[in-house]
């Protein structure tokens, strides 16, 4: 399952059924562009929750080829291949200078970056120290994105969403970024889909997948 969006504005505000806003919206309520994908996971929570923040880049296929070609430019440059390193879990890893920014155990997991993306050498992300940094960043020349994971009941099984957002903070930059998006997006909706098959086979291999979570 799968979707891609571009908006501009206001995303909806989604709350649970408990009225909480989901950390997607909390940390990135306005974004230029997003991609959704789902997957059916029939495990505990807790096994689906934990796989999330343990899927290593190299259980993803296919992300250390074209991480490989996406890094070709910066080795020309610069003489440095810069690529995560396979034990790396991807949460953490999926851009450069990539950070947790909120986590609701068995609920939602949310990490992000800040940088200048399109630049296939020379992205120099931005550090931020806290949630609350990266969500009031708005320097001009850069752009924020968000990878969000959120876990939905469903009978016997968990439905697994992962949604890609990111916003970028001037009309230039907004250009920019959106060219290099519509170049990305098929790979990226590529590796977002075997991110999700990746978490899946971590979690039914969990001694606790079958478990009802408490």
Same mark, same amino acid.
């Given at each position: 399952?799968?979707?891609?969006?571009?908006?501009?504005?206001?995303?909806?505000?989604?709350?649970?059924?408990?009225?909480?806003?989901?950390?997607?919206?909390?940390?990135?309520?306005?974004?230029?562009? *997003?991609?959704?994908?789902?997957?059916?996971?029939?495990?505990?929570?807790?096994?689906?929750?934990?796989?999330?923040?343990?899927?290593?880049?190299?259980?993803?296929?296919?992300?250390?080829?074209?991480?490989?070609?996406?890094?070709?430019?910066?080795?020309?440059?610069?003489? *440095?291949?810069?690529?995560?390193?396979?034990?790396?879990?991807?949460?953490?890893?999926?851009? *450069?200078?990539?950070?947790?920014?909120?986590?609701?155990?068995?609920?939602?997991?949310?990490?992000?970056?800040?940088?200048?993306?399109?630049?296939?050498?020379?992205?120099? @992300?931005?550090?931020?120290?806290?949630?609350?940094?990266?969500?009031?960043?708005?320097? @001009?020349?850069?752009?924020?994105?968000?990878?969000?994971?959120?876990? &939905? @009941?469903?009978?016997?099984?968990?439905?697994?969403?992962?949604?890609?957002?990111?916003?970028?903070?001037?009309?230039?930059?907004?250009?920019?970024?959106?060219?290099?998006?519509?170049?990305?997006?098929?790979?990226?909706?590529?590796?977002?889909?075997?991110?999700?098959?990746?978490?899946?086979? *971590?979690?039914?291999?969990?001694?606790?997948?079958?478990? &009802?979570?408490?």
């Amino acid at each position: 399952m799968g979707e891609d969006d571009r908006r501009a504005g206001l995303g909806q505000m989604a709350a649970d059924g408990g009225g909480r806003v989901s950390l997607l919206e909390q940390f990135m309520p306005r974004f230029d562009a *997003r991609s959704q994908h789902a997957i059916l996971v029939h495990a505990s929570a807790q096994a689906v929750f934990t796989a999330v923040g343990a899927v290593t880049v190299k259980e993803v296929r296919f992300l250390r080829e074209l991480e490989f070609i996406r890094a070709l430019p910066g080795l020309a440059a610069t003489g *440095r291949l810069d690529v995560p390193t396979l034990a790396a879990p991807l949460v953490l890893s999926f851009t *450069r200078g990539a950070g947790l920014l909120g986590a609701r155990p068995r609920e939602e997991l949310i990490a992000g970056a800040i940088g200048r993306f399109w630049r296939l050498a020379g992205n120099e @992300p931005v550090v931020f120290a806290s949630g609350e940094e990266f969500r009031n960043f708005t320097e @001009p020349g850069f752009a924020k994105a968000v990878v969000g994971f959120r876990l &939905e @009941p469903r009978a016997a099984e968990i439905l697994l969403t992962t949604e890609t957002r990111f916003v970028t903070t001037d009309e230039a930059t907004h250009r920019l970024m959106s060219r290099y998006w519509r170049v990305i997006r098929p790979g990226s909706s590529l590796i977002r889909a075997e991110w999700l098959r990746a978490i899946q086979r *971590r979690a039914l291999r969990a001694p606790e997948a079958t478990l &009802e979570s408490t």
